[in-house]
């Protein structure tokens, strides 16, 4: 079990996030901040995520539809508008270089996308603003985007509830294609390791502040 040393953060999406907040207070104790609302019609809370108790550049963001944004339509970011319920859809990590990267994953046959410039205001009206990677359809959500915080303070570092990272990783059933999408970043251990196993998705294991562990 590890953790990727560049892990920027791990996304929990859901068609309702009142109810994805809801879902995470009862399985592990822990509320998540409310984090503001997005330009595509989406808003999210964030947990803050620690590793041995030490505070690290790590956080937990549960994103949903904006209840406030015009219309009735469900967003389509990380397919929200096709989930049921919360899922662990995907994660970002934050290299050195982020243009660099994509440069060096397309010369290695994957393509993470373009970096484009994206906003979110908090909730007491302060315009947060980053760069990331958004792949072209059909996304590869199993291979991490990329983002860059550029003088924005990173959300994991700020005053928000926490709980403890124990590890998190990619499981595959065939994990040979994922396996040279994601060597295509150049990133090392910097990103989630890939085990092969049955049934392909991500796990998070997580440790409450009573010591329970808690796999998502």
Known sequence: MSVP???????????DLAETVDWFRE???????????HPTGTANALVALTVNGEPRP?????IGPDPERKGEELPKTFSINRLKKPTLITY???????DQVVERARAAGFDPGDV??????????TELSWRLTQAQAPRNYAVPFLIDWGETTQPGLGD??????????????NPGPQQKATDALG?????????????????LRLRTEDGREIEI
């Open 5 to 15: 040393h560049l892990l920027d953060h791990v996304v929990i999406a859901g068609p």
């Open 27 to 37: 399985l592990t104790g822990v509320t998540p901040a409310p984090g503001g609302t």
């Open 58 to 62: 790590h956080y937990l963001e549960l």
């Open 92 to 98: 970002a990590v934050h290299p050195q270089g982020i």
């Open 116 to 125: 484009q410039d994206l906003t979110r205001r908090t909730p007491d009206g």
């Open 160 to 173: 928000l509830p926490a709980i403890d990272l124990v590890s998190f990783e990619r499981i595959e059933v």
């Open 187 to 203: 990133l090392g251990d910097g990103v989630a390791a890939i085990r092969e196993a049955q049934g392909s998705r991500f796990v």
